[in-house]
């Protein structure tokens, strides 16, 4: 395997975890605590690789979840096309973010902009030129690739266990998508820090609270409560 196909699926799927983990059942519905230090972490790795703002990318998710399936909805394949949902990420969240207050929607601080160019550097010197384009290239085609999926497939067909909830349900996508094939459920139980059986991402959490790294016993929101999709400023986790 060419070592910029290895190195942008590495870094694909690690931008993938911490936006899940992090951006989402973290900072988004509250789902369970993590360490500061861990956070800081997180904090920078998807600044960094994300290319957002983790306070960005939770206001516009919450905006997902406050008018899902509406017109109001950031990236919901029932009211855009969903070609640009499964793409279009960024741009898709770019224009949500102009909805949002300044103080919920912070641009990516110049300091990651800078770190950013050096380790394009650093990948320019060690393995060349092409290399790194094609690491680049794999990197977007896995994270908006998988990203993307998420929204497309989980509002468009499956079963809805819970009919007055947006999204469905496909289990068998659950382990592709990071959990969220379970999308039906996870709109009736967003706080949820599992989303069904097949939850790829629940191995991962368990790991993470036997390490100390995050606190899944004491929920920030009961499970079924949809407060914290309809926060319009996230808070941090701790609080």
């Given at each position: 395997?060419?070592?910029?196909?290895?190195?942008?699926?590495?870094?694909?799927?690690?931008t993938?975890?911490?936006?899940?983990?992090?951006?989402?059942?973290?900072?988004?519905?509250?789902?369970?605590?993590?360490?500061?230090?861990?956070?800081?972490?997180?904090?920078?790795?998807?600044?960094?690789?994300?290319?957002?703002h983790?306070?960005?990318?939770?206001?516009?998710?919450?905006?997902?979840?406050?008018?899902?399936?509406?017109?109001?909805?950031?990236?919901?394949?029932?009211e855009?096309?969903?070609?640009?949902v499964?793409?279009?990420?960024?741009?898709?969240?770019?224009?949500?973010?102009?909805?949002?207050?300044?103080?919920?929607?912070?641009?990516?601080?110049?300091?990651?902009?800078?770190?950013?160019?050096?380790?394009?550097?650093?990948?320019?010197?060690?393995?060349?030129?092409?290399?790194?384009?094609?690491?680049?290239?794999?990197?977007?085609?896995?994270?908006?690739?998988?990203?993307?999926?998420?929204?497309?497939?989980?509002?468009?067909s499956?079963?809805?266990?819970?009919?007055?909830?947006?999204?469905?349900?496909?289990?068998?996508?659950?382990?592709?998508?990071?959990?969220?094939?379970?999308?039906?459920?996870?709109?009736?139980?967003?706080?949820?820090?599992?989303?069904?059986?097949?939850?790829?991402?629940?191995?991962?959490?368990?790991?993470?609270?036997?390490?100390?790294?995050?606190?899944?016993?004491?929920?920030?929101?009961?499970?079924?409560?949809?407060?914290?999709?309809?926060?319009?400023?996230?808070?941090?986790?701790?609080?």
């Amino acid at each position: 395997m060419p070592i910029g196909v290895l190195v942008g699926l590495v870094s694909g799927m690690l931008t993938c975890l911490v936006t899940e983990i992090y951006c989402h059942r973290c900072l988004a519905h509250r789902a369970f605590q993590i360490h500061p230090v861990l956070e800081s972490i997180l904090d920078g790795f998807m600044q960094v690789y994300g290319g957002v703002h983790p306070r960005r990318w939770v206001s516009v998710h919450r905006l997902h979840h406050r008018y899902a399936d509406t017109p109001l909805d950031p990236h919901s394949p029932l009211e855009r096309h969903p070609l640009l949902v499964l793409v279009g990420t960024p741009y898709l969240i770019a224009m949500a973010g102009q909805r949002l207050p300044a103080v919920s929607s912070p641009a990516t601080g110049r300091p990651y902009v800078a770190v950013r160019v050096l380790i394009t550097a650093f990948w320019l010197f060690t393995i060349g030129p092409l290399q790194t384009l094609t690491a680049l290239a794999v990197h977007l085609v896995c994270y908006l690739g998988i990203m993307g999926m998420v929204a497309t497939a989980g509002h468009r067909s499956g079963s809805k266990p819970h009919p007055d909830v947006p999204g469905y349900d496909l289990a068998w996508l659950a382990v592709l998508l990071l959990g969220h094939g379970y999308h039906n459920s996870h709109h009736a139980h967003p706080a949820a820090p599992r989303t069904g059986f097949l939850d790829p991402i629940w191995p991962v959490l368990r790991v993470l609270s036997a390490l100390g790294l995050i606190t899944l016993e004491e929920q920030r929101t009961p499970a079924h409560s949809q407060a914290c999709c309809v926060a319009s400023v996230p808070m941090a986790p701790g609080r």
